[in-house]
Each structure stands twice: as structure tokens, then as C-alpha cells.
């Protein structure tokens, strides 16, 4: 399976992957970033259930903290 992946494609063996799946591989927790896939921003609570299929677009933003000094 391919999926793009914040714009690189990247290659999988499984036939479907989960989201959270595809976050922990990436080292992200689903309550520290925001989630589109195929252009359709996906609510926190779907996140988990979410599965992803060949060809899928998603994009992962990452929340960080900072501020004026």
C-alpha cells in the first residue's frame, strides 16, 4: 500500500493501515496533532477508527507550544 504522507509517498505492506496506526509508526500521540485525509480534516474522535487505503492523501500537523517574550 502507498500512501502521501504530508506530500512523500511512502510504502506499506498491509493492505488497509488504521490512522492511529500510522501515527504511532510516526511517533505521534492522536491528542498532539490535526489530521486530513483525502482533504477532509478529520474530528479527534475519529481518528482511532480511521482506516486508510491505497492512494490516500494525508496530511499530519503537529501542535507546538510557544509565545511572545
Not at 33 to 49: F, G, K, S, T
Request: without cysteine.
Amino acid at each position: 500500500m502507498n500512501l502521501i504522507i504530508n506530500g512523500k509517498t511512502e510504502n506499506f505492506d498491509q493492505l488497509t493501515l488504521r490512522l492511529e496506526e500510522l501515527l504511532q509508526l510516526h511517533s505521534l500521540v492522536p491528542e498532539a496533532v490535526a489530521v486530513e485525509v483525502n482533504a477532509r480534516v478529520l474530528p479527534r474522535a475519529e481518528i482511532r477508527q480511521a482506516l486508510l487505503n491505497d492512494g490516500d492523501r494525508v496530511e499530519i500537523v503537529r501542535f507546538v507550544g510557544g509565545g511572545s517574550q
